[in-house]
């Protein structure tokens, strides 16, 4: 069954490092999320992403943030330069069809800032 | 008043009972509702999604929406210790992004 697939599974940086959190979507798929839960809260929407452009980002994803396609089936999230509060878990999600009612969620990304 | 409402739980039941998740919500722009498992420390599984109000049943899952009180409810038939894990509602309006409920922690017993 295809899958979403995000590495690392855990990554640990000191504050001010950047981080790059890598996904692989479905292969079919065209639109592309990512998501974050800080522990003991709700999952949080940050940003989506379709035909090489955010098409909606929220208030959370700020300058720090930005999303890349580098190729064809990689999606990247970069956070500039982590800020204690930036540990959480991360999320990449992919969808079919526009608007993510069926999106589909890797396992996720355990990022802790030291 | 928060966007999506959900009771964290924990809720435990014994195996075989039926199971009820329940969200309410105040945006009615929301269309689309969705449910999640989400097993610990793992990502959020797409278990079911509706559009408007109504019944949808999947198995022993049914998804039910009543518009005009803003809830949404999961059912869970014949529950499972397998079905134990973290029941996440999200919704959806016009735009891409899902709003999700803080989630119902659910034990089912042996």
Not at chain 1, 97 to 107: K, S
Not at chain 2, 53 to 82: C, H, M, W
Request: aromatic share 12%; charged share 20%.
């Amino acid at each position: 069954e295809p899958e979403v697939t995000q590495t690392p599974s855990h990554q640990v940086t000191q504050m001010g490092q950047e981080v790059i959190l890598r996904c692989v979507p479905i292969s079919n798929h065209l639109y592309f999320y990512w998501y974050r839960q800080i522990l003991g809260q709700k999952v949080e929407f940050l940003v989506s992403f379709y035909n090489n452009e955010i098409s909606e980002k929220s208030e959370i994803f700020d300058d720090q943030f930005s999303v890349e396609r580098p190729d064809g089936s990689n999606f990247t999230l970069k956070i500039r330069s982590t800020k204690l509060e930036d540990s959480a878990m991360y999320f990449c999600a992919s969808s079919v069809g526009q608007g993510g009612t069926e999106a589909f969620f890797g396992q996720g990304t355990r990022l802790t800032v030291v | 008043q928060k966007e999506v409402e959900q009771d964290p739980g924990p809720l435990s039941v014994p195996e075989g009972a039926i199971v009820s998740l329940n969200c309410t919500y105040s945006n009615s722009a929301f269309q689309y509702f969705m449910w999640y498992r989400q097993y610990s420390r793992k990502g959020p599984e797409l278990l079911m999604y509706t559009y408007s109000s109504g019944n949808k049943e999947d198995g022993r899952f049914t998804a039910q929406v009543d518009k005009s009180s803003k809830y949404i409810s999961l059912f869970i038939r014949d529950s499972q210790p397998s079905d134990s894990a973290t029941y996440l509602c999200a919704l959806k309006g016009g735009g891409n992004k899902l709003t999700f409920g803080t989630g119902t922690q659910l034990k089912v017993e042996l």
